[in-house]
């Protein structure tokens, strides 16, 4: 049993997919997840890229998707170090990190960038290769 940390994209481009989760598979994340999902989308709308009402559809299947969503003290304070250690501006990104490190065994994540900062900290997933791991084939 493999437990994945997911961020938004990840998510985003799992509902779109509309394939459900294998068994046995665990998604976690920080709390800010759906709020990140919610402002991706809100800026898909505005760039023209998605209409109102496919953005409505995937939010709803967002929210439907399970996840353990966490923001206890211990994952605050490791995002904090984490996003202190690295130099980074914001502490968004290391939340996933956090979470990751703490709570799951890979980290799907949807910037290469990131990924490549945070190798030597946590095992990393790309978008493609957790989607063709965990979704069921043949629905």
Same mark, same amino acid.
């Given at each position: 049993?493999?437990?994945?940390?997911?961020?938004?994209?990840?998510?985003?481009?799992?509902?779109?997919?509309? $394939?459900?989760? *294998?068994?046995?598979?665990? %998604?976690?994340?920080?709390? !800010?997840? /759906?709020?990140? =999902?919610?402002? +991706?989308?809100?800026?898909?709308?505005?760039?023209?890229?998605?209409?109102?009402?496919?953005?409505?559809?995937?939010?709803? $299947?967002?929210? *439907?998707?399970?996840?353990? %969503?966490?923001?206890?003290? !211990?994952? /605050?304070?490791? =995002?904090?170090? +984490?996003?202190?250690?690295?130099?980074?501006?914001?502490?968004?990104?290391?939340?996933?990190?956090?979470?990751?490190?703490?709570?799951?065994?890979?980290?799907?994540?949807?910037?290469?960038?990131?990924?490549?900062?945070?190798?030597?900290?946590?095992?990393?997933?790309?978008?493609?290769?957790?989607?063709?791991?965990?979704?069921?084939?043949?629905?």
């Amino acid at each position: 049993m493999t437990r994945f940390a997911v961020d938004a994209p990840s998510v985003i481009e799992l509902v779109e997919r509309g $394939a459900p989760v *294998a068994t046995g598979h665990p %998604l976690v994340a920080p709390n !800010v997840l /759906r709020s990140q =999902a919610l402002s +991706i989308l809100y800026r898909d709308v505005r760039a023209g890229r998605r209409s109102e009402a496919e953005t409505r559809e995937l939010l709803d $299947a967002v929210t *439907a998707v399970k996840i353990r %969503l966490l923001g206890d003290r !211990v994952s /605050r304070a490791t =995002a904090w170090r +984490i996003a202190a250690e690295l130099d980074w501006a914001d502490i968004g990104s290391a939340e996933y990190v956090a979470v990751a490190m703490l709570q799951a065994d890979v980290l799907v994540v949807s910037d290469a960038a990131l990924a490549a900062a945070v190798a030597d900290r946590v095992s990393t997933l790309s978008v493609e290769d957790f989607l063709a791991a965990v979704v069921v084939h043949g629905k």
